[in-house]
Nanobody, 129 residues
């Protein structure tokens, strides 16, 4: 059973930083790309960032490029993906979800939600002005 569990959300002031984590379990010996998405109140869920299995390919939404960094740690079965978020803005307020794409090859990372088969439960990020 594949499980993705996000953590690290919270309330910070504008200009601050947060680091989200997504721990994956039930994925032993499988390779998968990972993505972060977010959904603000009253809005559609949108792409934030994605990273390939190898970590060599990353993709970012324009609105977060230069402020957010996605990374992953596959060593020793850790299976954790991170989203470092700096220079946060009130418009970054949303529930953040991580997701896994098992159909990607080692160097592919998609920004399309339809690619992702497994999703976490989400973690709330709130940025105050």
């Amino acid at each position: 059973q594949v499980q993705l569990v996000e953590s690290g959300g919270g309330l910070v002031q504008a200009g601050g930083s947060l680091r989200l984590s997504c721990a994956a379990s039930g994925l032993t010996s499988r390779r998968y790309a990972m993505g972060w998405f977010r959904q603000a109140p009253g809005k559609e869920r949108e792409f934030v960032a994605a990273i390939s299995w190898s970590g060599d390919s990353t993709d970012y939404a324009d609105v977060v490029k230069g402020r957010f960094t996605i990374s992953r740690d596959n060593a020793n079965g850790k299976n954790t993906v991170y989203l470092q978020m700096n220079s946060l803005k009130p418009e970054d307020t949303a529930v953040y979800y991580c997701a896994a794409d098992f159909r990607a090859n080692s160097d592919y990372a998609s920004r399309f939600q339809s690619r992702y088969e497994y999703w976490g439960q989400g973690t709330q990020v709130t940025i105050s002005s």
